[in-house]
């Protein structure tokens, strides 16, 4: 990762920062355009391909299961049909939805929303069922950890959000959520599932930044780390909507901040193109700090659901270590 520091530090220090965002960006989860793992059709249990079938008004298809992250929430498959449509279905589990507080009705309104956008792909089908069907974007791959360090493809990030920003909401079955609220519901569900909640400092300071948070209606990804950023060459796409809702949209400046590990000049210019005044630089420092408790927050839920992830390669994460890491840097 190349990281603008300030020539003063450590080669130690700075090999301590690169690793802290590398790690933080690279969390496990499943980007919707990987690569097949192999020419092999991978097989889909009766119920689920009978859903899929119905999806695709009964047209025959093979099914191939996709390299990369496989975990609680996240099984991502190629969908050929004998048309030679190609689509991508994530197949996601009740436990993982329920723990993780994701509404599928949700979820899939902003997901289309930022499909007719051209934001992210489009959608052909969302619903309760637990399957989201988008369009396959050819070729395309996730952003690699350090994907938000390269200040080219990090603009057309930024381009992309200020665009998903300036969006209507999108009518659905009930209120988009903030990213306090969705820190609630896991918190609620790391409770549930028998992990120690978060320090009562930090609960105290998460509470008054929401009190001060404004009041917003404006589509937010709130998950936007560079594995949900698809570059297919030419341009670049937003998946996974799971954690999306409402906000001012500053929360998804922190992520990007966060993971590219930008310097305050840094952050006010990424303001400024994402339609910003500089001055709301205190409150981007502030989003920061509520990133890393949400990452804190859902570390803690999976790792009490006993969660686990394995990438491409076969190496595994540790969400507990994830959540620990994230609350020792609540106290910087």
């Not at 069907?133 to 390269?150: C, H, K, Y």
């Not at 990133?291 to 076969?314: C, H, I, N, P, Q």
Request: aromatic share 6%.
């Amino acid at each position: 990762m190349i990281i603008a520091f300030s020539s003063c530090l450590t080669r130690h220090l700075s090999a301590v920062i690169v690793k802290y965002v590398v790690t933080l960006s690279s969390r496990l989860r499943m980007t919707i355009g990987n690569l097949p793992e192999s020419d092999a059709p991978a097989p889909l249990d009766d119920d689920v391909r009978a859903r899929m079938s119905k999806v695709l008004g009964h047209r025959q298809f093979d099914c191939f299961r996709v390299g990369g992250v496989q975990s609680l929430n996240n099984d991502v498959r190629l969908l050929v049909t004998a048309d030679g449509q190609r689509l991508a279905v994530r197949l996601a589990s009740a436990r993982g939805r329920n723990h993780l507080g994701v509404d599928p009705l949700e979820e899939g309104a902003i997901a289309s929303l930022a499909g007719v956008a051209g934001i992210g792909p489009r959608v052909v089908h969302a619903g309760t069922d637990g399957l989201l069907v988008t369009e396959w974007i050819n070729g395309a791959r996730p952003l690699a950890a350090d994907g938000f360090a390269d200040a080219l493809r990090r603009r057309a990030v930024i381009d992309l959000v200020r665009r998903l920003h300036e969006l209507d909401l999108p009518s659905g079955p009930g209120p988009a959520r903030s990213i306090f609220e969705r820190i609630a519901a896991l918190e609620a569900s790391a409770l549930a599932a028998g992990r120690a909640g978060m320090p009562e400092r930090h609960r105290q300071k998460l509470t008054r930044l929401k009190a001060s948070a404004q009041s917003s209606q404006r589509p937010t990804h709130h998950d936007l780390w560079p594995n949900n950023v698809l570059d297919d060459g030419e341009r670049l796409w937003l998946v996974d909507w799971e954690f999306s809702g409402c906000g001012d949209g500053v929360y998804d400046l922190a992520c990007i901040a966060v993971s590219a590990g930008l310097d305050p000049d840094e952050e006010r210019a990424m303001l400024v193109q994402a339609g910003r005044p500089s001055g709301d630089h205190d409150w981007l420092s502030a989003m920061k700090w509520v990133a890393r408790y949400f990452e804190a927050s859902w570390g803690l839920v999976m790792a009490g659901l006993g969660a686990s992830a394995t990438d491409g390669t076969g190496q595994a994460f540790d969400y507990g270590a994830h959540a620990a890491r994230m609350i020792a840097r609540l106290d910087d």
